[in-house]
Every structure is written in C-alpha cells, then in structure tokens.
C-alpha cells in the first residue's frame, strides 16, 4: 500500500456532499457537533482574541468545508483554499458561486458569529469569507512542495483541519506531510491543526472512510521530528454518554504550532 491515500481511491468511496449533509449542521447530534464546538473555540480564541494574525494564510484540503476558515478571515488579509479531488472543489466551488444548490453552512456561520459577539451577521460574514478566498489551488500533501506546480512565496499561517489523517497512512507518512506543510511556512509561521484522535474510520453514506489513529504521544513525536516548537496542544475526550456509531474516535485534537 502506498504511504498517501490517492485522490482516485479517496473520490471512489468520499462523497462531499453527504460528508456535508452527515456531519455539518450544527445542533444536529451529530458527532460533529462535539467536534466543530471544539475546534471552532479554538480557532476564535487562537485567531480572534490571540495575537495571530498576518497577510495570508493557507488551508490544506479545505475542500468541501468552510468551517476552518471563518475565524482566519478576521485576522487574514488573503486566504488559499486547496482542493485534492475534483468532486470536491466542485462542493466548495457552489458555495463560492452562492448557488442555490450550495451546502447551507448557516448553523456553522451563525455559530462563529455568536462566538465574535456579532450575532445577526451571518449573511455579510459569509461574503467577507468568500471575497478573501482569492485562490484554489490543487494540493498534494505528499510532495514537497504541496501545491507543485504552483511555486508561492511563503506564507504566515496554515490551518489543516482532518486532512492529514485521512491523507497519510502511517505515522512516517504523516511526519513526512507535516515537514512537506513547513516549505509553505515562513520561518516562525504558524501552524493550526485539527482532527479525531483515535480513529480509524468515519462513515460517510455505506462507506467506511479511512483515517489514520493518532494520539497525543504519536503527534507530539511527529511534530517533534518534522521540526515545529507546538505552542499549544488541546485535547477533548469523547462524552461517556456520545452514542454515535459513525466513527470509533475517542476525541479531538487542535495543535498550535511555530516553525523555528
Ligand atoms: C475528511 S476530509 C476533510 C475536509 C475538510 N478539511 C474538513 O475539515 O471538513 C479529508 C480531506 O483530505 C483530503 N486529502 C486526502 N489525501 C490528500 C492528500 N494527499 N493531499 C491533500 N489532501 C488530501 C481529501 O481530499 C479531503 O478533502
């Protein structure tokens, strides 16, 4: 088996839109209910209210999600969104173009709104994001250079969230993406990164989708060899009283790393 999962395995059994339509409406009880409350504190509080801030900032594997996204357009002047499958970037690319067979993100949007103390503004938040997307770039985290052909300067911020554990498939091949992320970086450039721990699946529609299981120990030694100081490592366990069968997670990280 090859180190990376590749995008024609991956868009074989992932389905964008019933990814969307299984684990993004907020209040729904989902599992991700538990994990966008998670991740988007963590993202308002390290990109909102923190010192983070910069020109631009890229997302790896945003595609088909713009949930990551909406607290870094506070602070960002210009953000890159990438996609690694075609089906994908179309998902994203409706939202983009407002059409009216787009992924509702309201319960999400509405969410972070709250979170800004800027409720009611979900309608100009969306437009602020979509005018700071100011490019979608095909990325591949096993090479190099991730958005190869494309040669960009490097950037201030990347934020990653459930794309590596779905992108590598063991811990030599996550260490190797995380170093392949550091040549976007400028040196003491930021990294956010989010995603399940523990898990080694997560269905979407009859398909069980494949992620690889990390832990705290086996991230922490990853960053470790990679080359990056974390600055900040969160954790949040499963409930005892979550019943959801969609995936056997055992919890959430978010990771706040520097490059030296
Ligand atoms: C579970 S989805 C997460 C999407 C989005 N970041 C989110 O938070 O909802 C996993 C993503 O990893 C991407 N991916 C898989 N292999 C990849 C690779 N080698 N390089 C970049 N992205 C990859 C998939 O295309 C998909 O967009």
């Given at each position: 088996m090859s180190d990376f999962t590749k995008a024609s395995e991956y868009e074989k059994v992932f389905n964008p839109r019933l990814y969307l339509e299984t684990y993004?409406?907020?209040?729904?009880?989902?599992l991700a209910d538990d994990f966008m409350r998670f991740v988007l504190r963590n993202l308002h509080k390290t990109l909102?209210?923190?010192?983070l801030s910069g020109h631009t900032v890229i997302d790896i594997g945003t595609c088909p999600s713009i949930y990551q996204l909406l607290s870094a357009c506070e602070s960002f002047k210009e953000i890159i969104a990438t996609w690694y499958t075609q089906t994908e970037r179309q998902e994203l690319q409706k939202w983009l173009n407002k059409d009216p067979d787009a992924f509702d993100w309201s319960s999400v949007v509405k969410h972070v709104c709250d979170l800004e103390g800027n409720s009611g503004k979900s309608a100009e938040k969306e437009d602020k994001l979509r005018g700071q997307i100011k490019q979608v770039l095909h990325c591949d985290v096993?090479?190099?250079?991730?958005l190869e052909p494309v040669v960009l300067p490097q950037v201030d911020c990347l934020i990653s969230t459930v794309c590596l554990e779905a992108a590598c498939r063991n811990h030599d091949s996550y260490a190797t993406a995380l170093k392949n992320l550091s040549n976007?970086?400028?040196?003491e450039g930021h990294l956010l990164l989010a995603g399940d721990l523990g898990a080694n699946y997560y269905e979407v529609g009859e398909h069980k989708i494949f992620s690889l299981s990390v832990s705290e120990a086996t991230l922490r030694k990853a960053f470790g060899e990679s080359g990056y100081v974390i600055r900040e490592f969160s954790c949040f366990g499963k409930p005892e009283d979550a019943d959801y069968d969609t995936s056997d997670y055992e919890g959430f990280y978010f990771i706040h790393a520097q490059k030296p």
């Open positions: 993004f409406r907020l209040g729904s009880g989902s909102c209210l923190g010192e096993s090479k190099s250079n991730p976007l970086l400028k040196p």
